[in-house]
């Protein structure tokens, strides 16, 4: 976003980062991540008739099933003093002390697991924070999704009407990367998480004998990755990681929108992507697509991009270019914020 943030600005827009300001005219909000952050100034929002925008990235629909491992009544309770604690007060320590103590003895423990079992057994239980979450978007003046499926998600799920905006890349960083040598047969950019299919790529790189490099945070903590990975904070080293690959693999069964098949079409490279619907929707005809976790099917459409049987669709290239250009980002998010 601030990247989008920055070129508004430059149109002589005025943004407060981070901070509350009663001149202002529309407050952004960008994903539940951030959503504490609004509901301790929502009573000012409302007293000084100020605009609230959502910008949603995605809701994942495993989050609502029963069989998600987070929707356990105990994590259910937490979140709810996590939520009563951070929406009105910072006392994040006092509970935290408070459930240590707990945790601490063993009768407590057992209760809390028999209860657990019993709960999630007969009751149907939601993650709690989208609870919450919703609220907070019935009471937006405006909800966006970042793509159709993301539209569709929150809908089905949450019951919640929004408009698709697609954000768009830092194109003008990306113009500034000049050609680089070669460093990597394949690249894969993401969080590392269960969700990601990361392992499918790693064991599709040893299948060929190919040298792999993934890039990105370890959410997952119980992943093990036998290939060099790495988190670069600098978004513009990354892009250069990424102009070093031969292939760009996204082997993902879900996301928002997908931003680095994005960057890949803008730095020209072949990029293999799951057969997501979001892939499909925000990718068009630029990737080859393999059927999501077929680990033979992946290995087969990397044997024909090196082998020269794939070659890069420009038209497509060129639609994503003038499509999800930081200034294309830039005018669709202003044309919304300005119909309000």
């Known amino acids: 976003m601030f990247p989008i943030i920055r070129e508004l600005e430059k149109q002589g827009h005025t943004i407060h980062y981070n901070q509350f300001s009663k001149d202002a005219d529309i407050i952004l909000a960008e994903s539940h991540s951030n959503m504490y952050n609004i509901y301790q100034i929502l009573k000012k929002i409302r007293k000084n008739n100020i605009k609230l925008v959502n910008i949603i990235l995605d809701i994942p629909p495993w989050r609502l099933s029963l069989n998600d491992n987070q929707n356990s009544i105990i994590k259910l309770i937490v979140q709810y003093f996590y939520h009563i604690f951070h929406k009105y007060y910072s006392l994040d320590r006092i509970l935290t002390q408070f459930l240590q103590i707990l945790n601490s003895h063993k009768t407590t423990k057992i209760f809390f697991r028999i209860s657990s079992f019993f709960l999630n057994t007969n009751y149907q239980n939601k993650i709690f924070y989208q609870v919450n979450y919703k609220k907070l978007l019935m009471?937006?003046?405006?909800?966006?999704?970042?793509?159709?499926?993301?539209?569709?998600?929150?809908?089905?799920l949450l019951n919640i009407n929004s408009k698709v905006w697609y954000p768009g890349v830092n194109s003008k960083l990306i113009e500034t990367i000049k050609d680089l040598p070669i460093k990597y047969d394949m690249i894969n950019i993401s969080r590392i998480t269960a969700h990601k299919k990361q392992h499918l790529i790693v064991n599709a790189s040893k299948k060929l004998a190919l040298k792999l490099i993934i890039i990105g945070e370890q959410q997952d903590k119980g992943i093990k990755l036998d290939c060099p990975h790495i988190y670069v904070p600098n978004?513009?080293?990354?892009?250069?990681?990424?102009?070093?690959?031969?292939?760009?693999?996204?082997?993902?069964?879900?996301?928002?929108?997908?931003?680095?098949?994005?960057?890949?079409?803008?730095?020209?490279?072949?990029?293999?992507?799951?057969?997501?619907?979001?892939?499909?929707?925000?990718?068009?005809?630029?990737?080859?697509?393999?059927i999501k976790n077929d680990l033979d099917d992946l290995v087969n459409k990397i044997k024909?991009?090196?082998?020269?049987?794939?070659?890069?669709?420009?038209?497509?290239?060129?639609?994503?270019k003038k499509k999800y250009s930081l200034e294309s980002a830039k005018d669709r998010l202003e044309k919304f914020l300005k119909s309000l």
């Open 139 to 156: 009471k937006s003046d405006l909800n966006l999704s970042i793509s159709k499926f993301t539209q569709f998600c929150v809908k089905k």
């Open 235 to 290: 978004h513009l080293d990354v892009m250069k990681q990424l102009k070093r690959s031969r292939l760009y693999i996204d082997a993902s069964i879900f996301e928002g929108f997908g931003m680095t098949p994005i960057e890949a079409a803008f730095l020209e490279k072949i990029t293999i992507a799951s057969d997501t619907y979001v892939h499909k929707e925000v990718l068009g005809k630029y990737p080859l697509y393999f």
């Open 304 to 320: 024909q991009a090196l082998n020269g049987e794939h070659q890069l669709d420009w038209d497509a290239i060129d639609k994503i």
